[in-house]
């Protein structure tokens, strides 16, 4: 399974940016893509999540309301949208893969390069 993650950059405080993930190979059935971001200095934190068998989605509580996360199985593709953006958001955001949804890198087993977003005037 090979991930590509693209669709950063620099933006201003309540900006927007819609990051992409491209998947390829063979990726387990019924599994999920999950978004994480990692900021200089922090772990890796889980940021939305979305489950490929039946669409469920997942969003931390600093992000509800401003990412969206959303799919087009067409481009095998996995989306996040990301809405009023706020300097706290700047950090390498990563797309990684799992038989489920979960908010613990560790437990993903693949994972694309990362794009770095930053939010900043």
């Known amino acids: 399974v090979q991930l590509q993650a693209s669709g950063g950059g620099l933006v201003q405080p309540g900006g927007s940016l819609r990051l992409s993930c491209a998947i390829s190979?063979?990726?387990?059935?019924?599994?999920?893509v999950g978004w994480f971001r990692q900021a200089p200095g922090k772990e890796r934190e889980g940021v939305s999540c979305?489950?490929?068998?039946?669409?469920?989605?997942y969003y931390r509580d600093f992000v509800k309301g401003r990412f969206t996360i959303s799919r087009d199985d067409a481009k095998n593709t996995v989306y996040l949208q990301m809405n009023s953006l706020k300097p706290e958001d700047t950090a390498v955001y990563y797309c990684g893969t799992d038989f489920g949804c979960s908010w613990y890198a560790n437990e993903y087993d693949y994972w694309g390069q990362g794009t770095q977003v930053t939010v900043s005037s």
């Open positions: 190979g063979y990726p387990p059935e019924n599994y999920a």
């Open positions: 979305l489950t490929m068998r039946d669409g469920s989605t």
